[in-house]
């Protein structure tokens, strides 16, 4: 048998990794009652609290953007023309691209 944590090869009758000391009776004891439903149930888990960490990532940095497009812009907007000016006022509104995209 092979550890799974130091990768040793180590023989069936021992209980323990004559390596790092891992319990290779436990981990037999897993391997009889593993049941292959449970495991991709634990993958579709996974994936999916993955894929709503990534949503909450994104969609921060969307709200850090349209912050800080709002504050930046009002900076600028004091030397410019009227027209450009209410163009630049809502550059900001970018920032709900990023934010959108992470809700979904």
């Given at each position: 048998?092979?550890?799974?944590?130091?990768?040793?090869?180590?023989?069936?009758?021992?209980?323990?990794?004559?390596?790092?000391?891992?319990?290779?009776?436990?981990?037999?004891?897993?391997?009889?009652?593993?049941?292959?439903?449970?495991?991709?149930?634990?993958?579709?888990?996974?994936?999916?609290?993955?894929?709503?960490?990534a949503g909450v990532i994104v969609s921060s940095a969307g709200i850090g953007i349209a912050i800080f497009l709002f504050v930046f812009m009002r900076g600028i907007m004091g030397g410019v023309s009227d027209n450009a000016a209410e163009v630049i006022s809502r550059l900001w509104i970018a920032g709900i691209i990023p934010f959108m995209v992470g809700w979904h």
């Open positions: 048998m092979l550890c799974p944590r130091c990768g040793s090869n180590q023989s069936d009758e021992i209980k323990f990794c004559t390596s790092c000391g891992t319990n290779l009776q436990a981990v037999r004891n897993a391997l009889d009652t593993h049941t292959p439903e449970r495991r991709v149930d634990i993958a579709a888990e996974v994936k999916r609290y993955n894929e709503i960490k």
